[in-house]
Structure formats: structure tokens, C-alpha cells
């Protein structure tokens, strides 16, 4: 249940194509009422086509506070930010914008810190895992730097764009904090495997790695929140891994979402 | 109170600037819970400058399913409807749109009923009524045709726009329903007195009619809703006259505004 919407509401959307998958609308508003705030998170179902438009009268809505950018629209929110956090400029990538005194945006990107606090929740220790990661996108691409900053002692990642998957590799190595490397749908030898494709969000979509070949004490995590339990997942307890879904990763990170949202300007 | 928002509630958005007064987010989305619809009603701030580049994405969003206008969007709204209801296209305004099968806007203007309404609520028989309306823009003009559909004898019309209420005279005289001709300030001889301009929403503002000389029997209704009492609507009280608010007027239209932005194709 939600606190009572009124013309004084302040307005927060959350973009992406599709939508109706998103866990925040409900999250994120019954944690404003609950720290006080009357406002609202919304969606809004945005076309990769439409989505410049759409930046571009957002910004002159005078009671829209913040943007949180779902799939496909990580990419094209972090160019419409005046300002971001150092992972998020690090990444060209951003979740969450919001509304600074000047009324330009500030962004941040704080999946990747999800899926560390899910895995945290779960009672797993990152430090020192061979981790396996199969998708760079945005999501991806957070989940590796996020990865690397908790100390696991390798990183594979796994894309069928070798070109994104390449330039992200170059450059995480270029923290020289892990060594990070081109990896294979075959998640044998490691202890921790990630999942940020699609791939399991339609009947019949690939599995993400070969599942047959799971050791149970490999910890699997997926950053797709419908189904609440995708077929990697699904697979990964089957094998004995411990897991942790994408609503898991949803949850682990929406009170730093709140956090951001809600912060002062200056403030990361 | 409002059940639970997610990615997949359908999305409808009242316009305006201001819209902080605005009373239809808490209520509409109240009803729309009331008829098992998972949808909201949420405020958005559009100013003049933006409201066309608005207009041109909202058309686009694809989970967007209404547009509720409010001041001083009326007008423009109606420009972006491909189709409306006879009542809507004789004054060219419309404050309600819904999203027809094809993707294009159909259009309504229902304040005028709202007032009809919040009058008979408050037992009041419009028929035969000496009518005074003060202001002709989007409310008023709607006002000033549900008045004369509603049975009134006379109606006068008051506005220092001189243009816009010579417009609506001539306009609203083809109707050969009502004599209808140019008003005053000034209430004596009127049975029935509306308030359709904003005078009264800001401290300091002129009262819209010279209330020292209100009958103690005039009727006297107000669009304004925030302050929830007008000064007009308060010294109508002091007069003895029976009244009804903005609020009043919105409530007895918020059924009609539910049954219009979940009709079917086809439909007024």
C-alpha cells in the first residue's frame, strides 16, 4: 500500500522498454512514505526511438526529481547527466539521476552494488572467487567493476558483442586490480557466476552458461527480475549452488537507491 | 490510501501549471482501484513553453493510456485530439483524453458538467435560472453550455477578455437555447452566480463579483479548489446564499471522469 497521491506529489519515473518487469514503482514509493516523502515512482514505457525526446522534456518538468533508467536506457541517461559518481563515470553508464539545485542531472550506477550486497545477504564472501560474468552491458559492466572492487581474484566475462565485451576488459584491466579476461559460456573452474543478459526472461530463450556444468559450490547470480526465478537460477539450485535472483540484487540496493535519490546536492 | 504500484500499472497523468492544487491524483487513482483497475493518476508539471513537446512524447509513451488537462492546458489539449465529444468540439477544450485504439487521443470537457452536478447535489434546480458567469476560458466556457443544456432562462457572461467573451456569446447564442449576452461585476437580479477565473486562489486577489450585492437566494458555485473555500464562496455563506466549492464540482465529475477514460472505442 502506498500513502496518498496528491497534485503536491513529487514525480520520479523509472524509463525502460518493456516496463511492466520493474520491482521499484512499488518498492521505491512505499520507502519514500516510509522516510517521509510524499513522492512517487512511476513508470514509464520509453522507446529506444523516443528516448532523446523524452530526456529532453523531462528535464523541463518542473515536478520530476529523478530518473531511474531501466534496460535499454542505461547508456543514453548517463549522456544526459551534467554530473555522475566516479563508477558511473568510470562506466559511461547510469540507474539513477537526480534533480540537482541548478535543475541538470546527477547520475549514479549502482546495480553492480546490488548484486554484491544480494550475494553479501546470502551469506557469500566475494573476496578471492574466480567469477564468471556473461553479459557486458550496463547491468554487466556494473557487475564486473562492482566484482573487482569486492576483491574477487579473476574475472572471465562472456559476450557474444566481442566488441563491448573487449573494451570493457581493457578497461578493467586497466585498474590493475584483478585480471580480467575473455570467457566462454562454460562456467567449470569457477566460484561465482553472474548472469546479466535477458536470457531467460521469454520461454525459450539459451540458458546463459552450461548449466550441467555448475559445481554446487559456484554461487549464481542473476539480474532478471521476471520470472522471479529464471531458468539459470532455477538450474543453479538444482546443482546445489547457492543463489540469489534479480529481485534479491532489486532488493539489496533499494535503500541506496533512496539514499541517492533523496541526497543533497554534492553528495555521491 | 492506494493498492500497490508496479512496472505494469497503467499510467495516466494530469497536467498543469501549477498542478500542487490539483485534487484528481488521489482521487481518480482511489477509483480506479475501486473498479479493479491497476492504474494512477500522477501530477505532472508542464509549463506553456513545453506543453507541445510534451504533448509530442506523451503520445508516444506506450504506457500511457490518458492525459487529464488542467489549466492553462485546456486548450492546447484539444488541438492534440484526433476525435472528441460534440461538447468538447463546440468549445474546442477539452480537459479529459484517452488513448484510442489506433494510438490517437479522443477527448472530452466535462467541467461543465462537474458544476450541473455539484449544484443538484446541493438540491439546487438550474432550470429557468437567471444565470451569471464570471470568466470565459476553458471551465467557464463549459460552464456557460452546461448552464444553458441544463434549462437556464438567461446567462450572462462577465470577462474583461473582451474577444474570448464576445466569442463565446455569439457561439453559444447559435444554439438558440438561452439568451445569452455580456455580464458585470455586479450579481443583483441573478439567481445562480459562477465563478470560473482564478481570482481567489492567491491572497490579494480581487473577488470576481461585487459580493454586497449577492441575494441571499442566488446559487453560487466556484471552480477554485485550493483554498478548498474561495473568498467568494465565503462571503456567499455570509450572504446565506447555498454553495458549492471547486471540490464540490470536482467530486460530483469524478465518477464521469473514470467512466470516460475507461470507455471502449466508439464511445462518448
Known sequence: MMPTLS??????????????QARAPGGVTAAFAARGQDAILVPVQVAVADVHDFLSVAARLKNLDGIVATIPHKFVCYEACAGASDRARFLRVVNLMRRRA???WHGDMIDGLGFVGAARAKGIDIKDRRALLVGAGGAGSAIALALIDAGVSEL?????EAARRDGLIERLNTLGK???RIGTADPRGYDLVANATPAGMQAGDPLPVDVTRLAPSAYCGCAITRPEVSPFIEAARKAGCVTATGT?????QQEMMLDFLLAE???D
Open 265 to 267: 546536492d554534492g553528495q
Open 102 to 104: 541548478d535543475g541538470k
Open 178 to 180: 584483478a585480471q580480467v
Open 7 to 20: 497534485g503536491a506529489t513529487r514525480l520520479y519515473v523509472i524509463i525502460g522498454d518493456p516496463i511492466a
Open 248 to 252: 534479491d540484487m532489486y532488493q539489496a
Open 156 to 160: 572471465a566475462i562472456h559476450d557474444n
